[in-house]
Nanobody, 118 residues
Framework: QVQLVESGGGLVQPGGSLRLSCAASGLTFSNYAMSWYRQAPGKERELVAR????????NYADSVKGRFTISRDNSKSTVYLQMNSLKADDAAVYYCHAEFRYGKLDYWGQGTQVTVSS
């Protein structure tokens, strides 16, 4: 059974930082590209950042470039999202997503809430 378990969300003041983690189990982690998505109330889910299965160059939404960093540790089957200089617009539920590199197979985590407020 595949599980993606996010953690690290919470309440932070504008300008603050958070680090999200997503621990994967039940899959061969190194075969999956990993992404973070987010969804704010009344808005569509959007891609925040994506990192390929073997690591390397990541892709970011324009709105988070220079502030967020995605990384992965294949030995721990975990992907991270370091979020700095947080803004009110970053508030959302953040979801971890795994995409199989060899076919159309993907999984979602349950989400973790990020609230940015003073």
């Amino acid at each position: 059974q595949v599980q993606l378990v996010e953690s690290g969300g919470g309440l932070v003041q504008p300008g603050g930082s958070l680090r999200l983690s997503c621990a994967a189990s039940g899959l061969t982690f190194s075969n999956y590209a990993m992404s973070w998505y987010r969804q704010a109330p009344g808005k569509e889910r959007e891609l925040v950042a994506r990192i390929p299965s073997a690591g390397g160059s990541a892709n970011y939404a324009d709105s988070v470039k220079g502030r967020f960093t995605i990384s992965r540790d294949n030995s721990k089957s975990t992907v991270y999202l370091q979020m700095n200089s947080l803004k009110a617009d970053d508030a959302a539920v953040y979801y971890c997503h795994a995409e199989f590199r060899y076919g159309k197979l993907d999984y979602w985590g349950q989400g973790t809430q990020v609230t940015v407020s003073s």
